[in-house]
Every structure is written in structure tokens, then in C-alpha cells.
């Protein structure tokens, strides 16, 4: 079985952002980057299935030199290869253009399953799953929060609104984008980083892929007009007391305005 996890290295959670000079993205200088949250468990769903039987797990990221570690990363948790995807031709392109580049490793890798994180903590678009899967013609489930992988196809237990559940069943191959929670991400092991450096790691251009003009800011159709912080409030009041006197302030307050 051949499984292809999408990868996309994000700004660290604890990382202090700023907005660059001209409104567009943030100030990337000196921040430190990991693996967005919901790649994790895609990547460890797809170890998962790699360690219960016969399978090669291929990691792929779009993204600037830094992108190598966290491809390094998860070689050393024990993807298999990775496929780096950079150059000018490939910086600012839109959901879509993201989409048909990853979509043009699915088909030259033709694999069984498709892994992919269900939304980016940065971005925060979730479209680029679905795209891929459209693009490569494949069906696909968002959500996924239980995986079962059988011989010709996979069910998929999906987290609707309101913590509901829906069993779905999928042909082979598929693309799944992943809750985060579905399973516990392991650490690489020292043992792993040792091995991470010498496994494969592929650096395409978006040339080598057959969409050169198909993809990056040029044939973006979405542009990022203006990124802000929202402004700040009044500032906050603290209520203090017994809770009884909290509540009672509480719904004072809520009176005087007129919201009750
Ligand atoms: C400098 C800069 C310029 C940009 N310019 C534009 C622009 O002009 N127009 C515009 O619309 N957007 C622009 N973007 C945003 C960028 O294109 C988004 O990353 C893209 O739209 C995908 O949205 P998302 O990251 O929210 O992905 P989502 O759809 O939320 O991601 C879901 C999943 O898709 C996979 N995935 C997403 N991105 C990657 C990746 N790079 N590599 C591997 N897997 C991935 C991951 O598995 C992820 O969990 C820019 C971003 C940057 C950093």
C-alpha cells in the first residue's frame, strides 16, 4: 500500500506574530515553525497503518527552505520519503493553486491513500483537500475521525455539527483530511532523526510537475488584500465577590445594555 500524507509547515503556537509591511501575511524573521496541528495525526494515522502491515508513507510539502524540517521531522517519526515542492513559481498562489500542485504528486505517485490535515492553523481555508481529491478524481471525506482501512476500501467515522457521528464508506483510493484527536502523534525517537538523514527527500518545482503558470501569484484568482489584528477593546471588567453577587452584577450589567 502507498500512502501520501500532505504536510504544511505552519507558524509554532506560541510563536509571536506581526503583520508584515504591507498588510499581506505575517513577519516570518525569527519565528519558529512546525508541522500544522492536523498534519500530525495525519501523518501518525498513516504510520499507524504503515505498522500494522505493508506500507510506504510519502510525506509532501509546498513551502520555502525551512519546509525540510518538518519533512525531516517526519522521517524521523518514519515516513519513508518526502517531496519537497518550492521556487517563485509556486510563492503565492491561492488554495487552488496549492491544490493542483499537490494533486499533480498524487497522480504521479498513484497512491492507495490520500492524508491530509482537515484545515491549516494558519490559513484556516480547509479547501485544499477536497480541491486535491476533485482534481485527481477520487472521493473524499473531511472530519475523519476514525479510519479503518480494508483491502478495497476504507471506512471513515466523520464528526458532524454537535458532536454528532456519520459512518462512511469509501473506495480505495481515496483522499481522507483529518480531526485533529483521531489518534496519540508520536515523537520521533532519537533513533528515528539518525535514520530521517538518510532517507529520500525529492525537491520539485512546480515545472517539474507539468504546472508551471498553472499555479503561484500570477494565476492566483484570490488575492490576501489586507491581514489585521482586531482592535483592541475597551478592556475587560472583573467581576469580584460570592458568586451569587457575580451573577447578580453580571445580569445587572447585561440589563443595562439592554440585551435582556
Ligand atoms: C507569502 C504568502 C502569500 C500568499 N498569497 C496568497 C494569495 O495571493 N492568494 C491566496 O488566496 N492565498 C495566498 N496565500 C495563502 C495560501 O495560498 C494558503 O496557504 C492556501 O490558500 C491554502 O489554504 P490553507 O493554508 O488555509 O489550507 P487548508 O485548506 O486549510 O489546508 C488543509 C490541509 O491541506 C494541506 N496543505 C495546505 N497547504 C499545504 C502546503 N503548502 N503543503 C502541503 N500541504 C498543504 C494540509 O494537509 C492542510 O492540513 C499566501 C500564503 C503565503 C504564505
Redesign the pocket.
Known amino acids: 500500500m502507498k500512502i501520501v500524507v ?3 509547515q505552519v507558524p509554532h503556537s506560541d510563536a509571536r506574530l506581526d503583520v508584515n509591511g504591507d498588510e ?2 505575517i513577519k516570518e524573521d525569527g519565528i519558529k515553525f512546525e508541522i ?1 496541528s ?2 500530525t495525526y ?1 501523518l501518525e494515522e498513516a504510520l499507524r497503518i504503515k505498522d500494522a502491515g505493508e506500507a510506504e508513507v510519502i510525506v ?4 520555502p527552505a525551512r519546509v525540510t524540517q518538518a519533512l525531516r521531522t517526519a522521517l524521523g517519526m518514519g515516513a519513508d520519503r518526502a517531496v519537497h515542492i518550492k521556487g517563485s513559481e509556486v ?5 487552488l ?2 491544490a493542483k500542485t ?1 494533486a499533480a504528486v498524487v497522480k504521479a505517485e498513484s497512491p492507495d491513500l490520500v492524508f ?5 492553523d ?8 477536497p480541491m486535491v481529491a476533485e482534481l485527481c478524481d477520487m472521493p473524499s471525506a473531511t472530519s475523519c475521525l476514525k479510519i479503518e482501512a480494508s483491502n478495497g476500501s476504507v471506512t471513515v467515522e466523520r464528526e458532524l455539527e454537535g458532536g454528532a457521528r456519520e459512518v462512511v464508506e469509501l473506495p480505495k483510493p481515496c483522499l481522507l ?1 483529518v480531526q485533529t484527536g483521531l489518534n496519540q502523534v508520536r515523537y520521533a525517537s532519537l533513533k528515528g532523526i539518525m535514520a530521517a538523514k538518510k532517507k529520500p527527500m525529492d525537491e520539485k518545482t512546480a515545472a517539474d510537475l507539468g504546472v508551471s503558470g498553472q499555479v503561484g ?1 500570477g494565476a ?1 484568482k ?3 488584500e489586507k491581514i489585521y489584528l482586531p482592535p483592541r477593546g475597551e478592556g475587560a471588567e472583573i467581576l469580584s465577590g460570592s458568586t451569587d453577587e457575580m451573577v447578580s452584577a453580571l445580569v445587572g450589567k447585561i440589563k443595562e445594555q439592554g440585551l435582556l
Open positions: 500532505f504536510l504544511k499581506t501575511w500544522n492536523y498534519d495525519a509532501v510539502s509546498i513551502g510563492d503565492g498562489s491561492d488554495s493553486g496549492i499537490l491530509a490535515g482537515l484545515m491549516s494558519d490559513g484556516n481555508f480547509s479547501t485544499v483537500p483530511a501569484a492566483a484570490m488575492t490576501i
